[in-house]
């Protein structure tokens, strides 16, 4: 009998490693001993993901990823092309940092763009969107849209990635969702 997910022939996915049900990795990937990918997610070429690394159901991880220990990646996630984790604040060849490591959180259904560079240490919000080619240095608000190197926010975006235009009450209304957002206390909070 055959695996609950597929794995291609040309990746390597170490023992101890868990994968979920229904999850794909494709080519020349490696998936490391003691990393947890949890069910249906899309693990594209050239994907690393290291040991001691919490993937959650649904991600999609795009070509040429390295997602190094100690990030954690919640639910329904998408990495873009090339985007790239740090796990080290002050990295040296020369000096063992390896107990220095930072963790960082991508919460659900956050999405990071192509080429995007994530500094360790930092928490991305909930549905957040990060553009691409943007660095991030400092946490991001839930439903933050972030672009530039470094990173600022331009406005805000809905759970269905649609940009969401604020009123002078700091309300805004997601058509395709059927959902009111409100902006209270510079956060931005779905309405019941």
């Excluded at 991600?59 to 080290?88: A, H, R």
């Amino acid at each position: 009998m055959g695996h609950p997910y597929f794995i291609h022939s040309s990746s390597v996915v170490d023992d101890g490693a868990i994968i979920g049900l229904g999850t794909k990795v494709w080519h020349f990937s490696h998936i490391m001993s003691s990393a947890v990918v949890g069910e249906r997610c899309n693990i594209g070429q050239n994907v690393f993901i290291d040991g001691k690394v919490l993937i959650g159901n649904g991600v999609k991880i795009q070509n040429n990823v390295s997602v190094y220990g100690g990030v954690i990646v919640e639910d329904d996630c998408f990495l873009g092309p090339s985007m790239v984790f740090t796990n080290v604040i002050n990295p040296r060849s020369f000096v063992e940092r390896k107990t220095e490591f930072r963790p960082t959180y991508l919460r659900r259904g956050c999405t990071i763009g192509a080429n995007a560079t994530i500094v360790c240490g930092v928490e991305i919000g909930r549905y957040a969107l990060v553009g691409a080619g943007t660095v991030i240095i400092r946490d991001v608000p839930e439903y933050a849209m972030m672009v530039g190197n470094p990173a600022r926010q331009i406005g805000w975006i809905s759970r269905t990635g649609e940009k969401l235009q604020l009123d002078s009450e700091g309300l805004a209304w997601c058509a395709p969702e059927g959902k009111a957002y409100h902006l209270k206390d510079g956060r931005l909070i779905e309405s019941d």
